[in-house]
C-alpha cells in the first residue's frame, strides 16, 4: 500500500511534470513511460524522498535521465515511422500544441532539454547548468540556438523571444 | 513574459489537463518488481564475474525480440501518388491547401519554361510554407521557397519557370507530415 503523503505527491506533481516531459520529449508514450518510471523509483524510496527539500525535482531529474537514454531509441523508432509513413497527429491536443511539438521535435534533445528547463520549468541558466552537468556559457549558447530556430519555426517575433538568461 | 514561453505553458497546461496516471499502488509495485530484477540480476553478474557459473551469462543478455515475420523492408517515403491517382491539369496557376497540417492535393502540376502563380491557402492558425526541390526528396536542389506564415490567410507565390522533370515539396516548418510531388512537363 502506498504512502498516503506519496500517494498527495504524485497526485499533485504528476500532470505538471508530464506537461514538461512531452514537450522535452515531443512523444507523449515517451514521456509518460520515462515519468511513470521514475514515480515507480519515487515510490520505493519514499523514506529517503521525502526528507528532500524538492522531491518532485528529484522525480524530473530522474525522469530527464531516463528519456536521456531512450533519445536515441526514439530517435531510431520515429525515422522507421517516417519511412513507413506518418503517424496521425494525437487528435485530443490544439493545433497550436501539436505544432510546438513538431517544432521542439525538429531541435536536438540538448536545446530541447535547456528551453524547457528554462522557459517552461522556469530555472535560471545557473540551475540549467547545474541541473544538466554543463558549463553556463554551454547552456547560454544552446538557449539562443534554440530560441533562434524555435522563433523560426513557429513565425515568433525575434523581439518578442528575449533572452533573459 | 516572452511569446515562447507563454507558448510553452499553454502547450504543457493542455497535456496535464489531460494527464491520467496509474495508481500510486500500482507504481508502488512497479518499483518493487524492478529492485527485485536489479537485485537478481547483480547476483547474477556477481556470480558470472567469479567465474563459476558460465550458464549464467546468457540469462544476462537483454531479450531481443524476433524479427516480424512478413514486414517488408522499410524505404524512404517521398508522398508518391496512389495508384491510379493522377495530378491535377497542367495549368500556369496551381492552388495548394494546408489544413489539419497536411497539403491537399499531394500532387501539383505546371508547364515547363513558364512562371506560374500558386494560390496557397493555409486554412489554419498554424503556420506553413511550401518549398520545392528539384528531384523526389528533399536532398535536390531548392528551387524555390515561400514565405512562412501564419493562417488563416492565402498568399500568392510567384514561381519561376522550371526544366521539365519531377519535383519535390514540402513544409519547411512540417517536413515530415506534408509533402507532395510536382511535376513539370
Known amino acids: ?165 | 513574459m516572452d511569446e515562447l514561453t507563454t507558448r510553452m505553458e499553454r502547450a504543457a497546461a493542455e497535456v496535464a489537463e489531460r494527464a491520467v496516471g496509474p495508481a500510486p499502488d500500482d507504481l508502488l509495485r512497479r518499483g518493487r518488481r524492478q529492485r527485485r530484477r536489479h537485485a537478481a540480476a547483480a547476483v547474477l553478474l556477481a556470480l558470472a564475474l567469479a567465474g563459476g557459473v558460465v550458464a549464467a551469462v546468457p540469462l544476462l543478455r537483454p531479450w531481443q525480440p524476433a524479427a516480424p515475420a512478413g514486414m517488408p523492408p522499410a524505404t524512404p517515403s517521398t508522398a508518391t501518388l496512389a495508384p491510379g491517382q493522377r495530378c491535377p491539369a497542367r495549368a500556369t496557376t496551381a492552388r495548394l491547401t494546408a489544413n489539419h497540417i497536411a497539403f491537399h492535393p499531394v500532387c501539383l502540376a505546371a508547364v515547363a519554361g513558364k512562371a506560374f502563380t500558386l494560390t496557397f491557402d493555409n486554412n489554419e492558425p498554424v503556420v506553413h510554407n511550401i518549398a520545392i526541390f528539384r528531384g523526389s526528396n528533399a536532398e535536390g536542389a531548392v528551387v524555390f521557397r515561400g514565405q512562412i506564415f501564419r493562417g488563416p490567410k492565402v498568399v500568392q507565390e510567384q514561381v519561376p519557370a522550371l526544366r521539365a522533370g519531377d519535383y519535390f515539396f514540402h513544409c519547411d516548418v512540417h517536413p515530415h507530415l506534408m509533402q507532395g510531388k510536382f511535376v513539370v512537363s
Open chain 1, 1 to 165: 500500500m502506498a504512502d498516503e503523503e506519496f500517494s498527495a505527491f504524485y497526485a499533485a506533481t504528476y500532470p505538471r511534470l508530464l506537461g514538461q516531459l512531452v514537450l522535452l520529449c515531443g512523444d507523449r508514450a515517451e514521456a509518460e513511460d520515462a515519468l511513470q518510471e521514475a514515480f515507480a523509483r519515487a515510490a520505493v524510496r519514499w523514506r529517503q524522498l521525502r526528507s528532500y527539500q524538492a522531491p518532485e525535482a528529484w522525480v524530473r531529474r530522474v525522469a530527464l535521465n531516463l528519456t536521456r537514454m531512450a533519445a536515441r531509441r526514439l530517435r531510431r523508432r520515429t525515422a522507421a515511422l517516417l519511412r513507413l509513413g506518418s503517424a496521425p497527429a494525437p487528435a485530443e491536443l490544439s493545433a497550436e500544441t501539436i505544432d510546438l511539438l513538431v517544432a521542439l521535435r525538429a531541435l536536438p534533445v540538448a536545446q530541447r532539454q535547456v528551453l524547457v528547463l528554462h522557459h517552461l520549468v522556469g530555472l535560471p541558466v545557473a540551475e540549467v547548468a547545474h541541473e544538466l552537468g554543463l558549463p553556463v556559457g554551454t547552456v547560454k549558447t544552446r538557449l539562443a540556438r534554440g530560441r533562434r530556430a524555435l522563433a523560426r519555426r513557429l513565425a515568433l517575433d525575434p523581439e518578442e523571444v528575449s533572452s533573459n538568461g
